[in-house]
């Protein structure tokens, strides 16, 4: 059975970054997704796609189903075959995405015999925002494969992860049984003010940047903003700062313009030591063997 994709038709504002991969029963490509509103379209096939690199803030509505969720590398979305999404509001461009796109009855009924599972459990909900090891290996699998080219064991390593990625599916995101969290707009920042807030970090990486001042950003005391920043985020404010400091003295220390101490001031470290001990601590090398290395 041949899946086609809708990618051309769905993802007007971005552009293909592969050739489309096609196998039995499976379909895979990946995209860079610019912000901005996708096309209403009503899906064929069923769709599972997983964030690779970038950051956004995503709203969908499924069958009228509205849907929130802050994506990050290795975040994933689902969407069954049959589906109306209308609506789909990107708030900043998707660097890579993988999507794969699979037929609309994930197992056949012979499948379903054997293994005596109830047709009504193969029908999947509308999932989004999802955080799962899983659907990103699985992602990351597929990808690896696009960019080394094919090779004669691809058939047999594709039908095995396609019949994983179709049992996973079933067993955590059957219609019946998979639900959102309960409550989670009123759990999570709304999107308006997380973007000010990853604005302000962007713009100060540079200069002292207290929880105080994030907080007051969101309207929010201290101790809430933390915990909903987390929760949209996946890391404390000051874990998340500390991660964008670091990514960005990684792009100045490959561009070689600035000495090590520039760089630290540059980055809002301070010195060269804080510099230093914070950079060994999350690469396991020090600034300069990075610097050496790039």
């Known amino acids: 059975m041949r899946v086609n ?55 969908r509505t499924g069958d009228g189903e509205t849907q929130e969720a802050f994506g990050r590398a290795g975040t994933s979305w689902i969407c069954p075959a049959g589906t109306f999404e209308s609506d789909i509001e990107l708030s900043a461009s998707m660097d890579e995405c993988l999507h ?33 090891a899983l659907l990103v290996q699985v992602g990351s699998t597929f990808r690896a494969l696009l960019d080394r080219g094919p090779e004669p064991t691809d058939r047999l390593l594709v039908d095995g992860m396609r019949a994983a990625l179709a049992a ?40 002292e940047l207290s929880l105080d001042d994030l907080a007051a950003e969101a309207c929010l005391s201290p101790f809430h ?3 909903l920043f987390r929760q949209a985020i996946g890391f404390t404010p000051h874990r998340y700062v500390m991660e964008r400091r670091i990514e ?24 060269q030591s804080n510099f230093n001990r914070a950079f060994r601590k999350a690469t396991g090398i020090s600034p300069g063997q990075f610097k050496k290395s790039t």
């Open 248 to 271: 960005v003295a990684k792009m100045k220390l490959t561009m070689a313009r600035a000495s090590l101490v520039e760089i630290a001031l540059e980055t809002g470290f301070g010195s």
């Open 168 to 207: 996973h599916l079933v067993s955590n995101y059957a219609a019946d049984c998979w639900k959102p969290a309960a409550h989670e707009a009123s759990r999570s920042l709304d999107a308006r003010r997380l973007k000010r807030v990853l604005d302000l970090i962007e713009t100060r990486l540079g200069s």
């Open 5 to 59: 994709s809708h990618g051309d038709l769905k993802y007007r504002t971005g552009h293909r970054l592969t050739k489309t991969a096609e196998w039995q029963m499976l379909c895979v490509e990946t995209w860079h997704h610019d912000a901005g509103c996708l096309t209403d379209l009503r899906l064929d096939c069923t769709e599972v796609a997983v964030l690779l690199a970038g950051q956004v803030h995503v709203k």
């Open 225 to 227: 903003f933390t915990r």
């Open 100 to 132: 794969i796109f699979l037929p609309p009855t994930l197992m056949e009924q012979a499948a379903l015999e054997t293994y005596e599972i109830d047709p009504a459990k193969a029908r999947l909900g509308y999932a989004g925002g999802l955080s799962d």
